[in-house]
């Protein structure tokens, strides 16, 4: 057997026609997506992804704003910086790049954040409203995850409402942006979701259970984590890592994600790195923004599920923009 290699590129590329569709509409009512991108140190992977986002939003006529602040910069002074994006009436949606810097506490800004243009979900309050089947935005990359996985299902003849609840999905890593999330995504279409971690490696735990997965889901943030061994024949094997490698001799940088090569001769699909769940990520988070300029001009937005099984979006106004 050998993989069925998904191409990220292509479903981004669909997804990208349909919002340059919504921002010409919104355009029609007087109103412009602003995104914003908060950036703190000299991170090769954050500086990587707001390349790509800030293209992205000239692509589709967004608004764009880049605040970059040396490593240095003290927690107040980034506040500070996350107050002035919330002000900004241009900008309806604000990404916090990461890595931080150690000394600065991703808490306290994603609290500092204005819930209506928090469009990754990391406030306390849109974190609540996803774990509620509530969410005002999905994150984007679990949300990239499953519209790969629903759109891989449906092109190759099969149900995803009648797939999931059937399903072993297995998640590897339970970060606060992309783990935790896609488990509750899992959930929401009625998959046995089960949850492991890199550390889960040393005891033997992660090769257990992810050879009972159908479906497995990897951002562990380890090259090469899951090898052959660790997967079912036929399994669906979702790659969220992006790991850059250093080439001293040539000194250039390949990213290469937590799977490796030789699963390619076990599973039935896998997502690549690059060109797997990366550009459907950067497009969705700019759905996300064109989503929040409907909400910060109370204008009905079309939901986000080209595929049926993506959770309903809601404008949640009930809890104060200050929680």
Known sequence: MTAHVIDGKSY???LRTRLAGEVRDLAARGARPGLATLIVGDSYPAHAYERRVARLAADLDCHYVR???PAD????DTVAAVGKLNA???ISGILILRPLPDHISET????ALDPLKDIEAVHPVNAGLLALDRPRYIPSTPASVFHMLDRYLTDTGRDPAQVYPHTTLVMVGRSNNVGKPAILLGLA???TVLSCDEHSHTAGLLHHYTRHADILIVAAGVPGLITADHIKTGAIAIDVGINPIHN???DTITLVGDLDPDVTQRAEAISPVPGGVGPITDTWLLHNTI???HHAHNIAAAQPNLDGLTLQTHDERLIPTGS
């Open 12 to 14: 981004a590329a669909q």
């Open 67 to 69: 605040e970059a602040l």
């Open 73 to 76: 910069t003290n927690q107040a």
């Open 88 to 90: 900004d009436p241009r």
């Open 108 to 111: 306290v800004l994603y609290r």
């Open 189 to 191: 279409r009625n998959a």
């Open 248 to 250: 001293p001799h040539t």
């Open 291 to 293: 989503l929040a300029a």
